[in-house]
């Protein structure tokens, strides 16, 4: 539901163009790793991935679980809340290594956090944390570096401001481009399994920033 619904609203607020890198592929029990830049990204990746026929189980705040309506969607469709900051914090790495077992794609934003930046330019990815080298070094898994760019045209900054770039976007239309990389088998060492996550996706985002701008 939640792919279906952001592939029929996400081309209203903007461009959305996807591509990939030769061998770039998607197989079933791969980990997504992607960048995160504004409240609008999951929708332009779900809908970017729903071209692909794809929906990906999403790790994501628990927070969200609270939001009526949306909370009831996340746990029907077997989405993962991420307990930051809590004793419950690995429940999320164990039910995405299941996921992952039975063959779903799993999507993992690998900085874990929007940045604090209020502007709506584009930026290379922030530090990553080590969930998704720790995931992939538990399963196993290939990882799929991928790229968004343009969301934070969609929508950034405070709430007025988030608010007034949704209610525009229709007019503005946006440049919105989702990359995907080739698959990479990380290493076993977290830190260069992460370094490796980061420097990957920061390749994917160069081209979705250039053929967003474009």
């Known amino acids: 539901?939640?792919?279906?619904?952001?592939?029929?609203?996400?081309?209203?607020?903007?461009?959305?163009?996807?591509?990939?890198?030769?061998?770039?592929?998607?197989?079933?029990?791969?980990?997504?790793?992607?960048?995160?830049?504004s409240l609008a990204d999951p929708a332009i990746v779900l809908a970017a991935l729903h071209r692909l026929d794809v929906r990906p189980v999403v790790l994501a705040a628990a927070g969200l679980w609270r939001i009526p309506l949306l909370g009831g969607v996340l746990r029907r469709e077997g989405h993962i809340?991420?307990?930051?900051?809590?004793?419950?914090?690995?429940?999320?790495?164990?039910?995405?290594?299941?996921?992952?077992?039975?063959?779903?794609?799993?999507?993992?934003?690998?900085?874990?956090?929007?940045?604090?930046?209020?502007?709506?330019?584009?930026?290379?990815?922030?530090?990553?944390?080590?969930?998704?080298?720790?995931?992939?070094?538990?399963?196993?898994?290939?990882?799929?570096?991928?790229?968004?760019?343009g969301a934070r045209r969609v929508g950034s900054g405070g709430?007025?401001?988030?608010?007034?770039?949704?209610?525009?976007?229709?007019?503005?239309?946006?440049?919105?481009?989702?990359h995907l990389g080739a698959p990479l088998h990380l290493p076993e060492d977290t830190a260069a399994a992460t370094a490796d996550a980061h420097g990957a996706v920061t390749r994917a985002w160069a081209v979705a920033a250039r053929r967003a701008a474009g």
């Not at 609203?9 to 990939?20: E, I």
């Not at 900051?85 to 779903?104: F, I, P």
């Open 1 to 37: 539901m939640l792919s279906r619904t952001a592939a029929a609203l996400v081309p209203a607020f903007g461009r959305l163009t996807v591509s990939s890198d030769p061998g770039a592929g998607l197989a079933p029990g791969s980990i997504v790793v992607a960048n995160h830049t």
């Open 81 to 149: 809340p991420v307990h930051r900051g809590t004793g419950r914090a690995a429940e999320a790495l164990e039910a995405a290594a299941d996921a992952l077992a039975r063959g779903r794609l799993v999507l993992v934003y690998g900085e874990g956090g929007l940045p604090r930046r209020r502007d709506s330019g584009e930026l290379a990815p922030g530090p990553f944390r080590t969930g998704p080298a720790r995931l992939a070094r538990a399963t196993g898994a290939p990882v799929v570096p991928l790229g968004q760019a």
């Open 159 to 178: 709430a007025a401001k988030q608010l007034a770039g949704v209610a525009t976007a229709p007019l503005r239309r946006p440049g919105l481009h989702v």
